[in-house]
């Protein structure tokens, strides 16, 4: 195997401004693979036929309503079950995701970005789950240049995306959102630096690969 290939899937959890998509992107670049984002909505609302912008709308935001055992019950039955049909949009749009997760992972190796994916792999030998975090101060001065915001907003728009998918991903998985027990890795990136980071995470997946031949 050449220095920069890989057979593995990478999934990327990120706290909203460490700049996970970005060194996501970088990984991917430097292995010649594909980084999947926003793209996974795109891949999932074209195979199970519900509309992108419903995706978008339920995009790694929680829900209050869902049984988790009910809905992986209805999952096994597939989605031409009557169970499925009635289920709440929310859960569908859930269970679309998982399922376009696993299939753009059967097709070769990936980075995926956020959405549950290193839940939905669990059982692939070939998923190494990494989250990436950073220093409060770093991410709300990042996100202040990067959209225009002051301070006080930058850390609203912080406070509510990390609890939105954190919550999202607490009730979807028997995991903890961010704690290094649920993850493969945990790098930090205000730390390593977004280019440290990403060539901490490639590092890592040579190690990995290497230790599965």
Same mark, same amino acid.
């Given at each position: ?16 401004? #460490? ?20 793209? /996974? /909505? ?9 509309? &992108? ?22 999952? #096994? ?23 376009? *997760? ?73 995991? &903890? ?7 493969? /890795? ?12 990403? &060539?901490? *995470? ?7 690969? #290497?230790?599965? &031949?």
């Amino acid at each position: 195997m050449s220095n920069n290939t890989t057979s593995s899937i990478i999934t990327i959890g990120r706290k909203y401004g #460490s700049a996970g998509r970005q060194i996501g992107q970088e990984v991917a670049k430097y292995f010649g693979i594909k980084c999947y984002d926003k793209e /996974l /909505l795109e891949h999932a609302a074209n195979d199970s036929g519900i509309c &992108k912008e419903l995706f978008e709308h339920h995009d790694e935001k929680p829900t209050n309503s869902f049984l988790y055992s009910l809905v992986m019950d209805t999952y #096994s039955f597939g989605y031409s079950s009557a169970g499925f049909t009635d289920m709440p949009m929310n859960h569908k749009i859930f269970l679309a995701q998982f399922e376009a *997760i696993k299939k753009l992972a059967s097709e070769g190796p990936c980075v995926m970005v956020g959405r549950c994916a290193d839940y939905a792999l669990a059982d692939n030998p070939d998923c190494f789950s990494v989250f990436v975090h950073a220093n409060l101060d770093w991410r709300i001065n990042r996100i202040a240049q990067k959209y225009n915001k002051n301070a006080k907003e930058a850390k609203d728009m912080i406070n509510k995306t990390d609890k939105s998918r954190s919550s999202y991903y607490n009730y979807y998985t028997n995991k &903890k959102w961010g704690s290094a027990d649920s993850y493969n /890795l945990c790098l930090d990136s205000s730390k390593l630096g977004i280019d440290g980071t990403a &060539k901490a *995470i490639i590092e890592a997946i040579h190690i990995y690969d #290497s230790l599965k &031949k």
